[in-house]
């Protein structure tokens, strides 16, 4: 009689199946992962405190700076808007501005619609006490000054689609890669497979 025939063990070495679905994952997470980067990810910006144009207040300016929004109340209502630190701070103080109306930065809140009408920097970072102008067809506009959203500039938005285009590639890169890997994995063991056999 001829003896029983002893089962061949799998190879430990060769991968399963269940990794070019692990790799498919990596893949598609990338590519899904970077509108999530410019869409979904919370812009942020506040309205931060209300001021009253021609009155002082007093603000902590970061070096990111600060956002001064204008309530909005109609396409062609955009007040010309002015702030400036007061005779004190102005001596070791370098103070910027620049004017946001043609970048379309908005938040809302409560039920309205605010639009970021300029940028204020100081040098150094500090907290200063400013007082803010405007000028409106209709009346004295509101105002408030806060955080701007964290995409408000062309550059960090060209970062964050650089951000997502990076993550987008290297998702594919990455799946791709470890499909190939597993693919000549597979094939080298079956070949040894058959090599022992023969």
Known sequence: MDPAATPVAADPLRPRRIWYLVAALVAVGGVLAAPAVLFLI???GDLGQRITP????TVH???AGKMVWARDSGPQNFPGVGCAPSLADT???GWSTISMRPDEVTVNANGERWRGVLMVHAQPAGTYTVTCTASAADGTPS???GDPPRLHN???KALAVLAASVL?????LVGTVMAVVVAVRRRRSSQAGWATSA
């Open 91 to 93: 001596q070791e103080l």
């Open 54 to 57: 021609g009155q002082p207040v």
């Open 143 to 145: 105002l408030s000054i």
């Open 154 to 156: 062309p550059r960090s």
């Open 168 to 172: 987008a590639s290297l998702g594919v």
């Open 61 to 63: 300016v970061p070096e």
């Open 42 to 44: 919370p812009a942020g």
